[in-house]
């Protein structure tokens, strides 16, 4: 079966568009096979897409973070939608692919009042225990303990974890690490406009040495790929899996 949109358009979105929220959604339907594509709760925490789809033939299920909400952040509702998910396919050995482009998890007073770690921990917890292929594409950004999350607990966790050559990857958002690390020398600028000038130079910086290539330098990533190769490199590595056994994990339990 053929994808709903070329692939052409695909590898049209980097890197010009690296900077952009990609509208995950159809980058889905672009992979998965035309017509197969059924998604789950949309309107329960948008800022995490779920779906059911088959790529060439093969059932799977998708997660993805959707940037045009929440800038693709994990929530209390996020974590629980995917953590359910995962339980879902978990249950009927579907394979599932993450597409990541997120900031990590929402801080902040209002996010803790939704017992955020709780929920956040139920996502960890269920991701690591899963036992059915998991692969991990990094398409944008890839920050924190959320893009962990979302990669079953570590990047090294996915039976295949890829990046898009405009991806980057770190511990937190660039210009919040930034403007954190280098708090003093920044309040010592005292012209606000001279102030976020450096603060650009110095995530401009900070982008530079994030990029995904130099991740796969150092084995953070197995490879950064063609965005127009997506969709057949998962195809091989499920079919290459399909005939080894699956690891014995304990069954997970749920957090209190």
Not at 8 to 34: C, H
Not at 57 to 82: Q, V
Not at 117 to 140: E, T
Not at 189 to 194: G, K, Y
Request: aromatic fraction near 6%; hydrophobic fraction near 45%.
């Amino acid at each position: 079966m053929v994808s709903i949109l070329p692939w052409t358009a695909l590898r049209g979105m980097v890197p010009e568009r690296a900077r952009r929220a990609y509208p995950v959604g159809p980058i889905v339907e672009t992979l998965a096979d035309a017509g197969s594509v059924t998604f789950l709760r949309r309107r329960f925490a948008p800022e995490l897409v779920t779906a059911l789809g088959r790529i060439e033939g093969r059932p799977l299920g998708f997660i993805a973070n959707d940037s045009r909400h929440m800038a693709g952040a994990l929530t209390s509702d996020a974590s629980d939608k995917a953590a359910r998910f995962l339980s879902l396919c978990g249950a009927y050995g579907l394979p599932v692919v993450s597409l990541i482009d997120t900031p990590g998890f929402m801080v902040g007073p209002d996010a803790e009042a939704t017992g955020l770690v709780r929920h956040a921990s139920r996502l960890l917890v269920g991701g690591a225990a899963y036992s059915v292929p998991l692969i991990a594409v990094v398409l944008r950004r890839g920050y924190g303990l959320g893009a962990q999350a979302m990669a079953g607990g570590s990047l090294h966790e996915p039976l295949l974890t890829v990046a898009w050559p405009g991806a980057h990857l770190g511990p937190m958002g660039l210009e919040g690490a930034v403007r954190l690390a280098l708090r003093k020398e920044l309040e010592e600028i005292a012209d606000e406009q001279e102030r976020e000038q450096r603060v650009k130079e110095l995530t401009a910086a900070a982008e530079e040495n994030a990029k995904a290539l130099n991740a796969a330098a150092v084995f953070e990533v197995d490879d950064v790929i063609d965005p127009a190769e997506t969709r057949s490199l998962i195809a091989k590595t499920l079919a290459a899996a399909s005939s080894a056994p699956p690891p014995e994990r304990p069954r997970p339990v749920d957090t209190w």
